[in-house]
């Protein structure tokens, strides 16, 4: 079965409506152990589209590297977020992810009318400003692609560098999600102030 290929079609459709700028919102990084959930929001050129585009965990870590660098070399803009271990604890996954999609697209340099976000939840947005909610919109439209492609590769740079500053954990391998060698991390050297000790085994401690 061939691969799905996300479109324009729905930014296309908002913008003949008058309801351009069109962002498109994604995140990275909710099932983690360990590390923040990070949230983008990009706003393509409509003429200057990258090929190739699709969901991240579609692309392998060279293709999203690649991606990454056309994306911010030609989106009118981009804006990435992120929400705590810390903020992920003392409220939910869930709320801490919207608090950070929220805050990318305020960050947005150019202000959308419309913004399109995967998953089933749009967050608390500016007065004005419309949003629609599309589950595996990341699959299916290409602002949200290009946005899950800049958020996991800002968050798998972040782990990267807290593997060099913690390098008994192998965050730069596991990202911080729960592998057999974090675990036993966990177990031998005890959890960082990275860890979010509401997640898994973590809890129990």
Partial sequence: MAPIVPSFTIEQRALAQGFGPVAGIDEAGRGPLAGPVVA????????????????????????????????????????????????????DIRKATLHAMAASV???????????????????????????????GDALVVSIAAASIIAKVHRDRLMRHLGAIHPEYGFEQHKGYGTRQHRDAIAVHGPTRHHRMTFGALKER
Avoid: N, Q, W
């Fill in 106 to 136: 305020r960050m947005l340099a150019l202000p959308p009318r419309h913004v399109l976000v995967d998953g089933r939840d749009v967050p608390a947005l500016p007065l004005g400003m419309s949003g629609e909610a599309i589950v595996d």
């Fill in 40 to 91: 983008a929001a990009v706003i393509l050129d409509p003429a200057a589209i990258p090929d190739g585009l699709a969901d991240s965990k579609e692309l392998d870590e060279a293709a999203r590297e690649h991606l990454y660098a056309a994306v911010m070399a030609s989106a009118l803009a981009v804006a990435v977020a992120s929400a705590s271990p810390g903020r992920i604890d003392r409220t």
